[in-house]
Nanobody, 125 residues
Framework: QVQLVESGGGLVQAGGSLRLSCAAS????????MGWFRQAPGQEREFVAGISYTGSTSYAVSVKGRFTISRNNDKNTVYLQMNSLKSDDTAVYYC???????????????????WGQGTQVTVSS
């Protein structure tokens, strides 16, 4: 039904930057909150950043000031600009769709109903 495809992951040195993209299918993209989550080996999936349909953003404390989430509704795409990357940022990053017409994106993974396949981000020291 809904397909989310992430791209932009890769290998980067500590202190560097990456820009992740998530392209969504469907015609109601603009009504939904979107989020980025990440999961490192042996760890729980954790919230990274979210953006509501109004453009209101939320960030995990660990990435605040370094990452920026944005969306382009005309392109059905959400982005995650990742700056000042650290080795602790190494994980598989997932794009996900949240509830429609929510002013603030949820920080809880259970509130997201569709997920992308993930893209690997590896930060070397």
């Amino acid at each position: 039904q809904v397909q989310l495809v992430e791209s932009g992951g890769g290998l980067v040195q500590a202190g560097g930057s990456l820009r992740l993209s998530c392209a969504a299918s469907g015609r109601t993209f603009n009504s939904y909150a979107m989020g980025w989550f990440r999961q490192a080996p042996g760890q729980e999936r954790e919230f990274v950043a979210g953006i509501s349909y109004t453009g209101s953003t939320s960030y995990a404390v660990s990435v605040k000031g370094r990452f920026t989430i944005s969306r382009n509704n005309d392109k059905n795409t959400v982005y995650l600009q990742m700056n000042s990357l650290k080795s602790d940022d190494t994980a598989v990053y997932y794009c996900a769709r949240g509830p429609a017409y929510s002013y603030r994106a949820s920080l809880m993974a259970d509130d997201y109903d569709y997920w992308g396949q993930g893209t690997q981000v590896t930060v070397s020291s």
